[in-house]
């Protein structure tokens, strides 16, 4: 009898070690859809900020920099507003990804350089969503400019600033 149960605890060990209460899919980065809806024209009519400028700071020029966000049907619509990119920036790439509560929004000048800067409102949607808590974080290529956490529920709406 006693070999019996050897026998059968042997046989439960093996048998478990390869199972997991994991699902594998929910730890892998997903590529979240983004759609981008819109790009505005420089909102300083022709009062760009010139290189060699003396200038206090962009937020004095521009306004504060911030992030509009609603979330509706699974739709989370950001809207970063002033952005300041380059003014001879005609198109401003952005993309997604998320991973698990987290959302990655990057924002990228597909431009080369320029000699003057303007402020921008940038529109996109990130779907689909299921709701929940979320980290969403803003990036401008490699550099953080904002991490706010929000709870995705059906017609939730708020701003975020963005710090200099």
């Given at each position: 009898?006693?070999?019996?149960?050897?026998?059968?605890?042997?046989?439960?060990?093996?048998?478990?070690?390869?199972?997991?209460?994991?699902?594998?899919?929910?730890?892998?980065?997903?590529?979240?859809?983004?759609?981008?809806?819109?790009?505005?024209?420089?909102?300083?009519?022709?009062?760009?900020?010139?290189?060699?400028?003396?200038?206090?700071?962009?937020?004095?020029?521009?306004?504060?920099?911030?992030?509009?966000?609603?979330?509706?049907?699974?739709?989370?619509?950001?809207?970063?507003i002033n952005?300041?990119?380059?003014?001879?920036?005609?198109?401003?790439?952005?993309?997604?990804?998320?991973?698990?509560?987290?959302?990655?929004?990057?924002?990228?000048?597909?431009?080369?350089?320029?000699?003057?800067?303007?402020?921008?409102?940038?529109?996109?949607?990130?779907?689909?969503?299921?709701?929940?808590?979320?980290?969403?974080?803003?990036?401008?290529?490699?550099?953080?400019?904002?991490?706010?956490?929000?709870?995705?529920k059906e017609?939730?709406k708020g701003?975020?600033?963005?710090?200099?």
């Amino acid at each position: 009898m006693k070999k019996f149960y050897l026998i059968l605890m042997a046989t439960l060990v093996m048998t478990g070690v390869g199972c997991s209460d994991k699902d594998e899919k929910s730890e892998q980065t997903a590529e979240a859809r983004l759609t981008k809806l819109s790009q505005s024209e420089c909102k300083t009519n022709g009062t760009d900020t010139r290189a060699g400028e003396e200038t206090n700071s962009l937020t004095s020029l521009y306004g504060e920099q911030s992030i509009d966000y609603t979330f509706s049907g699974g739709v989370l619509q950001l809207t970063h507003i002033n952005a300041v990119y380059g003014c001879d920036a005609e198109d401003v790439g952005v993309s997604a990804k998320v991973q698990g509560n987290v959302i990655v929004v990057t924002e990228e000048n597909l431009q080369s350089l320029a000699n003057c800067v303007c402020p921008i409102d940038l529109g996109y949607k990130v779907a689909p969503l299921n709701v929940g808590k979320y980290t969403v974080v803003v990036m401008r290529g490699t550099l953080e400019l904002v991490r706010f956490a929000v709870e995705l529920k059906e017609g939730v709406k708020g701003n975020v600033l963005i710090g200099e």
